[in-house]
């Protein structure tokens, strides 16, 4: 059978007060439908969840599961893209600023260059995501467009403020100890596979150019 818009509006009433997250919402709102399409009768949502999930208390809990599931997977996927940084022939690249960080920290005069490159890679991530959040709202309101929250999204944002909260440890560091070279070169280069693993992860999620 196929459903009327009233009763796919229904569905989404019921799972909109049920699920917190896009991710759960999409994959169970198309199972429902196409549940209920397949179906010879159809009696309402609550039927097909109760048959499907158990309950709406139990489609909650495998909501909170899966949600640590999908984050765990996100930051194992962060891993590796930093440690693509470190793989043939990309090392190459990495080396590159590794040597180029070195000869700046080498020399006291210009070592604060490369702390204020630090600072910048630092503070990417976290105006990169306040941005596109900001877009983001504006289209949504421009356009009317009711959004979910998204694990991806709550793991993102978790991960550029890491890096911004990071930052102020370093400069905890910077104010009360004297940071040799080495140590100035060993957070830039962190700092670096870390922002650039962030961004490949983005763009590996999203299937967009960070640019636009």
Known sequence: MILTEEQEALIKEKLNYTVKF????DEVYDHVISTAEAADYYN?????IEQEFGSYANLKAMEKARAKLLFKVMRKKHGLNMAYFFNWPVIIFTLAITIAGYFIAANPAYRRYLKLVTVALALA??????FKKLESKYK????????????KDNYIFIAAVLSNSLLNFVNFLNSNYVLYGSVVLFIFVCYSVYV?????LYREEYHINIAQ
Request: charged fraction near 25%.
């Open 22 to 25: 896009k991710e759960t919402f």
């Open 140 to 151: 949504a309101w421009r356009y009317d467009i009711y959004q979910k929250q998204s694990i």
């Open 125 to 130: 991530p976290i105006l990169f995501v306040l």
């Open 196 to 200: 650039l693993g962030f961004f490949r």
């Open 44 to 48: 309402g949502p609550d039927e097909i």
